[in-house]
């Protein structure tokens, strides 16, 4: 940028200094626009103050990492809270691409209590799929900014261990194959990536013990990783608005009856751990492990969990950066904002 205390040479000469005009429509405009921007970041003020040098865990999905101008959009999110003094680190899974590179090879793709059934040939494309191509793409965009993403695997330096749990459908445990439960959580590699001001981007997948490899709940492993960082938040981003007072009549639940749309719905804008707990019976399969994760991780000692819209770009700023904020906050039972 040219510093506007040194005049630009202009070989012509000068014919004198011009008449100054009034300010046309179009500059007051400009005007009001640039003030409008300004209140923007002084109402960001406090929460960067606030948040400067603290960890956020972002988990990654639904429609956000299939439409392209929402992707790049979050890309640019996690730029900015770094630039902001913030240390943000990326989970991700990838199940809409792991179904369709199966679909590809001829598998089907079958689920169980919203779990997919992982057998050792699904799990080779699940670990190809989501180290080998999401956490690479995920990583690529991030760095079309600048040198800041390092893309990890669970399995790197133990960062997930796991173990093999089942699904329960209709009260019966059912076996599901490679799906595994998130055991311990090793952040000493991430510590040091952060500390030099690298962004991690990790996909969810775990080792076991016995040296096999596990599929796992992107959800459930942001949460863990949120608890042993010390994160102060975790953000989920996912394909409503947050959740729903009045679920399941809400816009994500069924029709009101008679074919008709669902009625609008208010979304919940902070609920504790407490009353979270009570509502997850009534919640849907898909929002189930999403406000689970949420509770896991406040009740682990993450002040603020947050499920967002993700098919609103730069939600992740406006949660972040604002007073109002959007989608649903929850909060220990005793506090924690």
Not at 232 to 249: N, R, S
Not at 302 to 307: E, L
Request: proline share 8%; net charge negative; glycine share 12%.
């Amino acid at each position: 940028m040219r510093d506007p205390a040194v005049p630009a040479l202009d070989p012509r000469p000068s014919p004198g200094p011009p008449a100054r005009p009034g300010p046309a429509a179009g500059q007051r405009t400009s005007a009001a626009s640039a003030l409008a921007k300004a209140a923007t970041l002084i109402e960001a003020l406090p929460w960067l103050d606030r948040f400067h040098g603290q960890t956020v865990v972002i988990k990654y999905g639904g429609h956000a990492m299939s439409d392209e101008p929402l992707r790049l959009a979050f890309a640019q999110d996690v730029v900015f809270l770094r630039y902001a003094g913030l240390r943000p680190v990326v989970v991700h899974g990838g199940g809409p691409q792991i179904s369709a590179h199966l679909e590809r090879l001829g598998v089907a793709s079958t689920f169980a209590a919203g779990l997919r059934v992982t057998t050792p040939e699904t799990m080779d494309v699940v670990r190809m799929v989501l180290t080998g191509q999401v956490n690479r793409d995920v990583v690529g965009l991030i760095n079309r900014h600048g040198p800041f993403a390092v893309g990890m695997s669970g399995e790197d330096a133990n960062l997930f261990t796991a173990s093999r749990r089942a699904a329960v459908v209709d009260g019966e445990a059912v076996d599901i194959g490679l799906v595994g439960e998130i055991d311990t959580v090793d952040v000493a590699a991430l510590r040091v990536l952060l500390g030099d001001g690298r962004v991690p981007v990790i996909s969810s997948v775990a080792r076991g013990a016995g040296g096999e490899i596990y599929n796992v709940n992107a959800d459930t492993a942001a949460a863990a990783l949120a608890v042993a960082l010390g994160a102060a938040k975790l953000v989920v981003l996912t394909d409503v608005e947050g959740l729903y007072a009045d679920w399941p009549t809400g816009p994500s639940g069924p029709p009101a009856g008679n074919g008709a749309a669902p009625r609008p719905a208010d979304v919940i804008s902070m609920l504790t751990a407490a009353d979270l707990e009570r509502l997850l019976p009534s919640l849907s399969a898909g929002m189930t492990p999403k406000m689970e994760a949420c509770l896991r991780a406040v009740r682990g000692g993450v002040p603020q969990a947050h499920v967002l819209d993700g098919r609103l770009p730069h939600s992740v700023l406006l949660e972040i950066f604002t007073d109002s904020g959007i989608g649903t906050m929850v909060i220990p039972d005793g506090g924690g904002q």
